[in-house]
């Protein structure tokens, strides 16, 4: 059996649906991905990187082609990020974690709608997606989310809840019912990561006329 067969081998299945290897191992990284991300620990960007291979494969045995578009990208912003929280690090000893400006948040705003919509159109234009709005919405957003994570910004948590939000029942509607059930669980991790990192967080929350006071957070780990 070829690596291809085996990735999209069913492992079980899951309410009549199977489950590939692929989709299995990729969640399990993208769940400790999470996990480290809330830790602020700087391997969690290798191991994103390593669950986006694994589940470009699933994506594609799925017929979703916005989300396996993602999962490239995916792996060129997790790069990116890498190499930001290696120089933070380097400079300070720590990843430090702040909240966003007000022109950093309408920023995340206007690329995520923007984004959405633009991909959507390709997407719907092209018949790469079954579902070309909702899967382009969850693509940028999770550019969106890695961007904002590269900066160390509190908001990050919160552009995750809303691609989790889109991101549960699209997988299920696309036969990925495992990585459904990741996705509610990754709701739960979001929330504690928002909780974290607002704590680690010292900088005010600036008026929209103000700017913001940036403190240094406690020390990262990783």
């Not at 899951?14 to 489950?19: N, Q």
């Not at 993208?30 to 470009?56: C, D, E, H, K, M």
């Not at 919160?158 to 997988?171: C, M, N, S, T, Y």
Request: hydrophobic content about 55%; overall charge neutral; aromatic content about 14%.
């Amino acid at each position: 059996m070829d690596i291809i067969s085996w990735l999209n081998a069913p492992v079980f299945e899951l309410m009549g649906k199977p489950v590939p290897w692929s989709d299995v191992i990729g969640n399990i990284c993208a769940l400790a991905t999470v996990y480290l991300a809330l830790r602020r620990n700087i391997f969690s960007w290798p191991v994103q990187i390593t669950g986006s291979i694994f589940l470009f494969s699933a994506s594609i045995s799925a017929g979703l082609g916005g989300n396996a578009a993602r999962q490239v990208v995916i792996v060129a912003a997790a790069i990116w990020g890498w190499s930001q929280w290696k120089r933070s690090r380097e400079e300070s000893g720590e990843i430090r974690v702040r909240w966003a400006t007000w022109p950093e948040r309408l920023l995340l705003v206007a690329a995520l709608a923007a984004g959405t919509a633009g991909f959507g159109w390709i997407l719907a234009v092209n018949d790469w997606s079954w579902n070309p709005y909702p899967d382009a919405y969850i693509f940028i957003g999770s550019l969106v989310a890695m961007y904002a994570q590269g900066r160390a910004i509190v908001e990050f948590w919160f552009v995750w809840l809303a691609v989790d939000l889109v991101g549960i029942p699209l997988a299920v509607m696309g036969g990925l019912l495992f990585s459904g059930i990741v996705y509610f669980v990754f709701l739960i991790m979001v929330i504690a990561g928002i909780i974290d990192w607002a704590k680690k967080s010292k900088q005010t929350i600036a008026s929209p006329s103000e700017p913001a006071q940036t403190i240094a957070g406690h020390g990262a780990g990783g």
